[in-house]
C-alpha cells in the first residue's frame, strides 16, 4: 500500500514510529467507489455533459443547420453544407459561393451548475443506534466525483451545520464526524446561499440532507437560542425567511429528509412550499439514488441557453 502511494508515515521525532495516514490518491479511490457504488445503481441518462434546450452560440454540434446570418462566427459556417448549396444553387460548371449559400450549424451551451451540499451534523445523526453520516458522506463524496469528472464546468460546495455552520474542503470529507450540536438550518442556508452569490453561473441549487427539525439559532450577540421540543416558531419562520429569499434569488432548494419524525415533516412541508422547491423522504438506503436522480433531473429542468 505504501509503495504505491496509498498510504504514507508522518514521521513524528518525539516518538519512535510515526503515525500512517492516507494519501490524496486513497481519497480519490474513495470518492471513485462511492460514486461508482451510488452512481453504478441509476439509468445512465446519455453519453455526458448536459446541454440545455436553447440553441445559439455554444459548444456542442446539435447536426442542425440554419441560414447564415450576418454576425455570426465564420468559425461555425459548415463548409461541407455550404458548398453543397452553391453547387446547387449555382451548378457544378460554374462554382459561385455567395452569402446565400453559407449555413451554420447550430450549437448547444454545456451549461454550467453550482451546488451547495449541506450536510447536518448534529448529534441525532448518530442517534437510536442508526449511522446516518456515513451514508450522507458517502452522498457527498460520489457528488464530488461526479462533477468532478463529468461536469468540470460545475461548482460543488459543501458545508455542514450544527450549532454554526462552515465549509469543508472535498478532501476532508472522510473524516467528517458529528457533534453535540443541535440543528441551526439557518445559518447553513445563510452560508450556502452567501456562497452561491459568488458564483458566476446562471443556475444554483442547494441540496440539504437532514434528520430533525430546526432547534437553534446565534442570536445577534452571540448567544445560542436552543428549543429542542416541537416546532418552535421563532426558529422555523426564520427558515421560511431564508426559504423565501433563496426562491426570488432563483435558488431552488431541495431536502432529503433521512428520518420519518412528524415535526420534521411539518416544518419541511411549509419550508418547501416557502421556497417552491423540492423534498424527498429517502430513508438512508436510498439516499444517493435519490440524490443523483435529482441532481441530473435539475440540470435538465434548470440550465438556461
Not at 427539525?213 to 416558531?233: A, E, I
Not at 425567511?241 to 431552488?252: C, G, N, V
Request: hydrophobic content about 35%; charged content about 25%.
Amino acid at each position: 500500500m505504501k509503495a504505491k502511494g496509498y498510504i504514507k508515515e508522518e514521521i513524528d521525532p518525539d516518538k519512535n514510529g510515526g503515525n500512517i495516514s492516507i494519501t490524496a490518491k486513497t481519497e480519490r479511490a474513495i470518492r471513485q467507489q462511492a460514486l461508482n457504488q451510488i452512481f453504478g445503481k441509476i439509468k445512465r441518462r446519455g453519453s455526458g455533459n448536459h446541454k440545455s434546450k436553447g440553441q445559439g452560440l455554444g459548444d456542442e454540434h446539435t447536426g442542425d443547420f440554419r441560414n447564415y446570418q450576418f454576425g455570426d462566427s465564420l468559425d461555425k459556417v459548415s463548409m461541407t453544407e455550404s458548398l453543397r448549396n452553391a453547387q446547387i444553387n449555382h451548378g457544378i460548371d460554374s462554382f459561385n459561393l455567395t452569402e446565400d449559400d453559407l449555413v451554420v450549424e447550430e450549437t448547444m451551451h454545456k451549461a454550467q451548475m453550482s451546488t451547495v451540499l449541506m450536510i447536518d451534523i448534529s448529534h441525532s445523526m448518530i442517534l437510536y443506534g442508526e449511522d446516518r453520516i456515513t451514508p450522507a458522506k458517502k452522498v457527498a463524496m460520489a457528488l464530488a466525483e461526479l462533477i468532478t469528472t463529468r461536469y468540470p464546468k460545475d461548482t460543488l460546495d459543501i458545508l455542514v451545520f450544527g450549532n454554526d455552520s462552515w465549509t469543508i474542503d472535498i478532501k476532508d470529507l472522510p473524516y467528517l464526524k458529528v457533534g453535540p450540536y443541535h440543528t441551526n438550518t439557518v445559518a447553513g442556508l445563510q452560508l450556502a446561499m452567501d456562497l452561491l452569490r459568488r458564483k458566476r453561473n446562471t443556475n444554483k441549487q442547494i441540496f440539504m440532507i437532514t434528520d430533525g427539525k430546526p432547534s437553534c439559532l446565534k442570536m445577534p450577540d452571540g448567544q445560542y437560542y436552543k428549543n429542542s421540543n416541537g416546532l418552535d416558531s421563532f426558529i422555523t419562520n426564520k427558515c421560511y425567511a431564508m426559504a423565501q429569499q433563496a426562491r426570488r434569488l432563483h435558488i431552488p432548494i431541495t431536502t432529503f429528509m433521512i428520518a420519518q419524525d412528524n415535526y420534521l415533516m411539518q416544518f419541511v412541508r411549509e419550508f418547501t412550499k416557502a421556497n417552491q422547491g423540492k423534498a424527498f423522504y429517502t430513508g438512508i438506503k436510498g439516499l444517493g439514488e435519490m440524490i443523483f436522480e435529482d441532481y441530473e433531473t435539475n440540470r435538465k429542468k434548470r440550465i438556461k441557453g
